[in-house]
């Protein structure tokens, strides 16, 4: 059974940093594709980011609104996924899953962890 | 990237159909079949429902079906029940690389 499971989240002040995990189990993940999804207080699922798999070139790509503040990484000997937030902003306010990426699907999704940011 | 373009609301009686649209552009939904539907439930994780634009994971009941034409999709709930009352979300990947959610719908058994 897949399990993903998020953890990290918490309260940052605006301008601050925080790094998300998520450890994955009941798949490979060293060939998995994976990303980060996000979901603020009563609103709908935005795309943050994905990392390809190390055998695919481990490369990422990002959402706008997080270009440039985000960082997503793997640790593949440790089946985890990272998310680095920093400079966050309220707007960041969100709840933040770790899925699994298929092609153009996102088939398996964590609980999610909440990140506020509030002064 | 702009969100694709969801109705904010649909709504059926039970045993009725219900169709949700998502409407995109020539860069996304346009450009690739690698279009797909989530449910989401009140406090619950988004629930994979369609992918690449028609396709049923397994244990997807046969009621929800998909299709796209052009720039635009859509998702079919047919035989509504009142557990299909939930927010709907489409996803396309674009040309940039990159992935695109729906505003979302919230669908609403009468």
């Known amino acids: 059974e897949v399990q993903l499971v998020e953890s990290g989240g918490g309260l940052v002040k605006p301008g601050g940093s925080l790094r998300l995990s998520c450890a994955a189990s009941?798949?490979?993940?060293?060939?998995?594709?994976m990303s980060w999804v996000r979901q603020a207080p009563g609103k709908g699922l935005e795309w943050v980011g994905r990392?390809?798999?190390?055998?695919?070139?481990?490369?990422?790509e990002y959402g706008a609104p997080v270009k440039g503040r985000f960082t997503i990484s793997r640790d593949d000997s440790k089946n985890t996924l990272y998310l680095q937030m920093n400079s966050l902003k309220t707007e960041d306010t969100a709840v933040f899953y770790c899925?699994?990426?298929?092609?153009?699907?996102?088939?398996?999704w964590g609980q999610g962890t909440l990140v506020t940011v509030s002064s | 990237q702009s969100a694709l373009t969801q109705p904010a609301s649909v709504s059926g009686s039970p045993g009725q159909s219900i169709t949700i649209s998502c409407t995109g552009t020539?860069?996304?939904?346009?450009?690739?079949?690698?279009v797909s539907w989530y449910q989401q439930h009140p406090g619950k994780v988004p629930k994979l429902m369609i992918y690449?634009?028609?396709n049923r994971p397994s244990g997807v009941s046969n009621r929800f079906s998909g299709s796209k034409s052009g720039n635009t999709a859509s998702l079919t709930i047919s035989g509504l029940q009142a557990e299909d009352e939930a927010d709907y979300y489409c996803?396309?990947?674009?040309?940039?690389?990159?992935?695109?959610f729906g505003t979302g719908t919230k669908a609403t058994v009468l």
């Open positions: 990392i390809k798999s190390n055998t695919d070139g481990g490369t990422t």
């Open positions: 996803s396309s990947y674009t040309s940039s690389s990159s992935y695109v």
């Open positions: 899925t699994t990426i298929n092609w153009g699907r996102f088939d398996n």
């Open positions: 009941g798949f490979t993940f060293n060939t998995a594709w």
């Open positions: 690449d634009v028609s």
């Open positions: 020539s860069s996304d939904v346009g450009a690739y079949n690698y």
